[in-house]
């Protein structure tokens, strides 16, 4: 399979992912946005100029979607404030995230889970800052905003936020290994031969 092929085989179910869970047609699934950001910045930073926005304007238009069918104006809903918009700070700040961990993979298969363990920690921490800062200083759903109030909400939030992400990255890291084990590039080995399989 040619390196295009795998991108665009790579996008497409990454998009089928976190249209499926974003839609919360399975109220026990949590939503996958997060991790797919971080693992399309992983797997598809050579595609970052249009994979990146793709992906940004195909959540917009879940959300748009859920909201408008439950009846309410996408404008006037809880959720979407100027605040909105920060999103795409936030899920960039993931998707940076996959893709400075791609770009320093290290070849010692211990160390490079050591790396996708603290590169997933910092990128879920950051967008969450982003995204729920904004949210909670902002948008007009906080009456009378507070550093105390905003930290509570912060380190209330980030380990459910934390848990989803590492849920959905712990199995693509899992498929991953399985498939370059299936499918090994000659003249690679470990995580060398990883990360050949995405170029």
Avoid at 23 to 28: D, M, Q, R, S, V
Avoid at 47 to 63: E, K, S, T, Y
Avoid at 68 to 94: I, K, M
Avoid at 151 to 179: F, I
């Amino acid at each position: 399979m040619s390196a295009t092929a795998r991108r665009a085989t790579i996008l497409a179910l990454l998009a089928a992912a976190m249209a499926a869970t974003r839609l919360h047609h399975f109220a026990a699934v949590p939503d996958a946005s997060w991790a797919v950001f971080f693992v399309g910045g992983f797997y598809l930073a050579a595609w970052q100029r249009w994979a990146f926005p793709a992906l940004m304007g195909l959540a917009v238009a879940v959300d748009w979607f859920v909201i408008t069918g439950q009846g309410v104006s996408f404008w006037e809903h809880y959720c979407v404030s100027p605040a909105y918009w920060c999103l795409v700070p936030a899920h960039f700040a993931l998707w940076a995230g996959g893709s400075l961990l791609r770009r320093h993979l290290a070849a010692s298969a211990p160390l490079a889970v050591g790396q996708l363990i603290v590169a997933l920690v910092v990128s879920v921490a950051v967008c969450h800052l982003i995204a729920q800062g904004s949210f909670y200083w902002i948008s007009a759903a906080v009456a009378e905003p507070t550093f105390a109030g905003w930290w509570k909400n912060y380190s209330d939030w980030l380990p459910a936020y934390m848990r989803s992400a590492a849920m959905y990255v712990g199995a693509a890291a899992m498929a991953h290994v399985l498939v370059t084990r299936l499918l090994p590039t000659p003249g690679t080995t470990g995580a060398g031969a990883r990360a050949a399989h995405i170029d």
